[in-house]
């Protein structure tokens, strides 16, 4: 028995046809491409299940099965890796069928798209179970139907060469004709032919047919140009390509551009004939100038000297397959060279001279393997560089569209050239020259050659005589290298005139020789002698009064007697020696020569002997001033310098300026009684003055001033012990001329007396000065100023006048006008204040804030008008602990401390009813203020406007007040108790307030400020001083309330919550 | 004989059931009180306020304060979850601030424990400044 593996294997029979319920669509004929669709339909008609039931269909060649259409009783089948298990060898398991239960198989394939015309396609399912034998169904037999297509893209002609078809054929080349039939139908082409005859302006390459790579004229049986229709194929499958290919060669020679065209007819069976697109190739025939055969040259190639001609031979040969036409050359000559006229020949033949020449060419028409030959001459133009390239270039242009370049050069040899006519040195100016005088001289160079003179140097034979040897070119100066100077290059055809400039040494013998000899070296020309330039030297010793004088050696104002030293310095700026040399002196007759140093003295004059040219020698002279001098006549010395074979040289006067004046700044003037005085005692002045100068004095007038503390004594005064006659009852001293002295020599002393009597009115203790004025010349002042003389008293009691019988007033004097102010008591110590202003009470805040004394404000139960809300906070011990620690925790400095103040003295209960919105508001702000609490133990932390309120607080705060009844709370029992009471009415207008105020601000905290407790004194100072407080900031705006907060200090607030606080922990 | 056999068959099986009973009676069974955890050093935790979103995984002290007040609005496992690691903040306050959200949510138990499991100068003044709130 059959498996099911086993039904539709390979070349095993069909299954006998047991079940005929396979329907096939379409039923009889299938083309490539269609879809065929299988329903296999069984029922178990027996009595018992079928289990373990499999259901196979085969796959039958030209089929393919069509993903996912396997589906059992319209359910899809899963495909395993792109196959349906109904096609699988085993089948597909459709598990078991129950009697009488019908089961349906569908299945749908493809036709394949090559599929031959007429072939057979059988279809057959299988169905088995455990129980049961493969079953077959119904074989149904399709016939397919299909046709070959040749007519297509892929069937067609090309002509092509090697190297393709876009380049073109040339003449006498091979070409290849290819025709391609490809079948692009789906079934096979029988006897397929092809009609390609040989392409015009070729010729068939003997043996060259090919089909499909091989020869194809031994299966013709003749030559493949000779037969016309070929069969090529015999049977073309579709899908596949059949190649004809065979060799043409192209006709030699044709003209350019002719078209080779290749056609083909294609048939079969099958197709009707069709003749497919031509192809073509197009001929490429040209003129061909590319070979060694065509070339330019030039004669010769080296050492072509300026002014020589070069012949330039171009020999035009066409080795194309076609003439060129319109066939020209063009030449192009370096700047160095000069087409010569006349000198143009083409094939020997001289062409037409013309003015303009152009040096474009006509040479006409070519012909294939024809030559032209053409000849040109250029002349080489002077100057040109040694080895210079001459690159002559030419182009051959010829139609259609054809040209060549060609370059070829000559080499140059060229030289510079000095020539000793142009070359040499010439003397500027006269022969005779002095030592350090200028010699200048003028070298001409000139480059007569064609080409530059490189690396030339000048070399300057110099005589030993000449310094400061410079040359210039033009103005500028060149850089000398001991006696060479770097020329550089020296172009041709240019000259350079350097000028010489030499300063004759100094000093130098008179009468010698000075020779300047040159020559030039250059790389290209060697050594070229340049000659000399000759000057004659005459030279003297020379003085002059600016470099040998008479010096001070200390420029100041000398006095008699004094030795003034003299410097004298001479220096020869001649040219020679200077021999006896000689100084004479002519000194004033205030002083006399009266040493010398460095020199020979012969009575008035110095002897120097030999200066040698720019010598110096040098002298010191000492001059004694005579004391006979006077201010008004300087000492004056006059010289005179003399020497051998140089004219007498005066030098400049040397005046030395003196001074002789007079001095009284030295004096002494004393008193007698020397110290201390009493009223209405005589005093006397002596002066002591002494003209301590070195001059006379023509007039000295000595005064002093009259002073009313004294009294002149007549007659009293005396000069050097002769008394001098008063004037009126004063001194002559006191007078406005004074004392007048005349001609008072140096050394000459005078002494003053006079004697006055000190003022009895005058007080004890008081000093007397007394100064003298001595004044000289008319413009020299000196003063002697006496020492301080004190006046003593003696107290003298009034009416108490020994030896008067009577009292006397007045005669006591100022002296006792005041009396001295007694000495304050040794034991005062310290200054006493004045008593300190008494202060109002009520002006200081600070007392009255910690005053713990009844104040009264705030607390609103003492207005007995207005209704009263009254508040209650309960503490026990343990809230009262608690609530105290946290004060003590949150002070957080500025009014925050103070918030927190409101949260732990939070009222329990106020006024008479509504304690839910009381609890309301504690519970918010219990709520606000805890966080605040934590967020300020943040570092640094800046409250935010929301930490402060929000507008469901601001709510409850504003129910609270509105809801706040006059009245007082029930009485609560605890261990502290804090009561408080505030103005329903203002309560109410705090709401009214508060419903347009923005939030967080003060006036919510301002409005809660009022319900702390204000019993005790503290507590209601507080209360008051928190509300002002806050009342103050109702006005401004969120941010200066938050400074307010946290920055602003209220030292005052913070020591009245102390103060509540301590009061509260003593009461529990 | 047989009452008296009878009224001791009796007496054996009230027995026998009394004994059953208290053999598999549910009291007789010992309460086992799951140990807590043992007391450890407190260690800060940076990262719990990623378990609110990526986008809180870095936030300043004052915020994470402020996003601890947030979430006490927030009713939920998740909300005293982020409370509880917010203990651990490693800024004080902010973990004050979760404890008192904590204690106001009535899980004061959770931050007791807390406080027990991490004893310490940290422990103990949240626990008083906890207690100055009340």
Redesign the interface.
């Known amino acids: 028995m059959r498996t099911l593996t086993d039904v539709f294997a390979p070349g095993t029979p069909t299954l006998p046809e047991g079940l005929r319920t396979l329907v096939v669509s379409p039923e009889r004929e299938l083309e490539p491409g269609m879809t065929v669709r299988a329903t296999f339909t069984f029922r178990n008609q027996g009595g018992a299940p079928a289990t373990g039931v499999r259901v196979r269909f085969n796959l039958p060649e030209g089929l393919v099965y069509l993903v996912g259409s396997g589906k059992l009783d319209e359910e899809p089948l899963d495909d395993e890796q792109g196959s349906s298990p109904l096609l699988a060898r085993a089948g597909a398991q459709i598990g078991d069928v129950a009697p009488g239960e019908e089961r349906r198989i569908d299945i749908a394939y493809s036709v394949a798209g090559a599929i031959e015309n007429g072939s057979t396609v059988e279809l057959q399912a299988a169905v088995a179970a455990f129980e049961l034998a493969p079953v077959g169904s119904n074989v149904v037999r399709l016939v397919a139907h299909s046709r070959p297509a040749l007519e297509n893209a892929l069937t067609n002609v090309a002509i092509e060469t090697r190297h393709g078809a876009s380049g073109g054929a040339a003449p006498g080349g091979e070409a290849n004709v290819t025709v391609r039939v490809h079948n692009a139908g789906e079934s096979s082409a029988h006897d397929v032919v092809v009609v390609a005859p040989i392409p015009e302006h070729t010729s068939y390459v003997p043996n060259s047919a090919r089909v499909n790579g091989r020869e194809f004229e031994r299966e013709l049986l003749a030559s493949f140009d000779r037969v016309h229709a070929p069969i090529v194929a015999p049977s073309l499958p579709a899908s596949a390509t059949v190649t004809l290919q065979y060799r043409v060669r192209v006709d030699d020679p044709l003209p350019d551009g002719t078209a080779i065209v290749a056609r083909a007819q294609i048939a079969s069976q099958e197709t009707a004939a069709f003749v497919i697109d031509a192809a073509s190739l197009t001929v490429r025939a040209q003129a061909d100038f590319e070979d060694d055969r065509t070339s330019v040259t030039v004669e010769p190639e080296y050492d072509v000297t300026p002014g020589s001609h070069i012949v330039v031979r171009a020999v035009a040969f066409n080795a194309g397959t076609t003439t060129a036409e319109n066939v020209s050359i063009t030449l192009v000559f370096p700047d160095h060279v000069m087409p010569v006229r006349g000198s143009f020949r083409i094939d020997g033949q001289p062409l037409r001279e013309r003015k303009k020449e152009s040096l474009t060419f006509d040479l006409g028409a070519i012909g294939a393997r024809e030559g032209v030959e053409f000849v040109a001459e250029g002349a080489v133009l002077s100057p040109i560089a040694d080895g210079t390239s001459l690159p002559v270039r030419a182009k051959l242009n010829w139609a259609p569209e054809g040209e060549r370049n060609f370059e070829c050069s000559a080499v140059v040899r060229s030289q510079p050239r000095f020539s000793t006519r142009h070359n040499r040195i010439v003397r500027v100016g006269g022969s005779a020259v002095q030592p350090s005088d200028e010699c200048e001289a003028t070298i001409h160079l000139s480059n007569d050659g064609s080409a530059p003179a490189t690396d030339a140097r000048l070399h300057l034979t110099l005589d030993p005589a000449l310094d400061e040897v410079r040359v210039f070119d033009k103005t500028v100066r060149l850089q000398m290298d001991r006696d060479e100077v770097d020329l550089g290059k020296i172009d041709p055809y240019t000259s350079r005139r350097l000028t010489v400039r030499a300063r004759v040494r100094t000093p130098y013998a008179n009468r010698s020789d000075i020779r300047l000899g040159g020559s030039m070296h250059a790389r290209e020309a060697g050594e070229v002698v340049l000659g000399e330039a000759n000057w004659r030297v005459e030279s003297h010793p020379a003085f002059s009064s600016e470099t040998s004088q008479l010096q001070l050696v200390q420029d100041d104002v000398f006095r008699p007697n004094q030795l003034v030293e003299v410097h004298v310095r001479l220096r020869n700026e001649g040219t020679d020696i200077a021999n006896n040399v000689r100084l004479r002196l002519y000194v004033s007759p205030e002083a006399r020569l009266e040493s010398v140093e460095g020199a020979t003295r012969e009575r008035s004059a110095l002897l120097f002997g030999e200066i040698r040219p720019g010598g110096s020698v040098e002298a010191k002279l000492g001059i004694r001033l005579l004391r006979s001098l006077a201010k008004a006549y300087p000492v004056t010395i006059e010289s005179v310098l003399t020497a051998d074979a140089m004219l007498p040289v005066q030098l400049m006067r040397l005046t030395i300026v003196t001074t002789a004046e007079p001095n009284f700044s030295v004096g002494t003037l004393h008193s007698e009684p020397a110290d201390v005085a009493d009223a209405g005692d005589e005093v006397e002045f002596v002066l002591h003055v002494r003209n301590g100068g070195d001059g006379p004095a023509r007039r000295v007038k000595i005064s002093i001033d009259s002073l009313d503390e004294l009294i002149y004594v007549p007659n009293s005064t005396t000069v050097n012990e002769l008394p001098v006659r008063d004037i009126g009852a004063q001194s002559p001293l006191t007078s406005e001329q004074g004392i007048m002295l005349s001609d008072v020599d140096p050394g000459v002393e005078a002494t003053i007396a006079w004697r006055e009597v000190v003022h009895n009115g005058l007080s004890s203790g008081e000093t007397l000065m007394r100064t003298a004025r001595i004044s000289y010349d008319g413009e020299r002042l000196d003063e002697i100023a006496a020492p301080e003389l004190k006046v003593r008293c003696s107290p003298v009691f009034a009416n108490a006048i020994a030896g008067l019988p009577f009292g006397l007033d007045g005669m006591l004097g100022p002296a006792f006008a005041g009396g001295q102010r007694a000495l304050p008591d040794v034991n005062d110590r310290f200054v006493q204040l004045p008593p300190a202003t008494p202060v109002a009470r009520g002006e200081t805040a600070v007392t009255s804030v910690l005053s713990l004394g009844s104040s009264g404000n705030g607390h609103a139960g003492d207005d007995a008008d207005s209704p009263v809300v009254e508040t209650v906070a309960v503490f026990d011990r343990e809230r009262l602990e608690?609530t105290l620690?946290?004060l003590s925790?949150a002070r957080f400095g500025g009014l925050t401390s103070h918030m927190f103040a409101l949260r732990a003295f939070f009222p329990d209960e106020a006024g008479s009813s509504n304690e839910s919105a009381l609890e309301e508001v504690r519970g918010a702000l219990?709520?606000t203020l805890?966080?605040l609490?934590?967020?300020l133990?943040?570092?640094n932390?800046v409250i935010a406007p929301r930490d402060l309120e929000n507008s469901g607080t601001r709510a409850g705060i504003v129910a609270l007040l509105n809801s706040l009844q006059p009245g007082g709370p029930a009485l609560s029992s605890g261990a502290t108790i804090l009561r408080g009471a505030c103005d329903a009415g203002e309560l109410r207008a705090l709401a009214a307030r508060l419903e347009d105020a923005p939030l967080a601000t003060a006036l919510p905290w301002a409005a809660l400020a009022r319900l702390l407790p204000s019993e005790s004194d503290a507590e209601a100072n507080y209360r008051r001083m928190l509300i002002t407080s806050l009342d103050d900031l109702a006005g401004v705006d969120e941010t200066a309330f938050i400074d307010a907060l946290q920055r602003r200090p209220y030292p005052v607030l913070d020591a009245a919550l102390n103060v509540v606080c301590a009061q509260i922990s003593t009461r529990a | 004989m047989n009452a008296i056999v009878i009224g001791l068959l009796i007496v054996v099986a009230i027995a026998v059931c009394v004994g059953a009973y208290a053999w598999l009676s549910p009291e007789r069974k010992t309460v086992e009180e799951p140990e807590p955890p043992p007391n450890e050093p407190w260690k800060p935790d940076t990262a719990w306020t990623a378990q609110a979103g990526d986008e809180f995984a870095t936030l300043s002290e004052a915020a994470r304060c402020d996003l601890v007040f947030a979430v006490a609005d927030l009713h939920d496992e998740r909300a005293d979850g982020l409370l509880v690691h917010a203990l651990d903040d490693p800024s004080e306050p902010v973990a004050l601030a979760a404890a008192h959200v904590l204690e106001r949510r009535g899980a004061a138990d959770r931050v007791r424990a807390h406080v027990k499991r991490h004893p310490g100068a940290r422990a103990e003044r949240i626990e008083e400044t906890l207690s100055l709130l009340q």
């Open positions: 608690r620690k946290f925790e219990r709520e805890d966080r609490f934590i967020k133990r943040l570092p932390y």
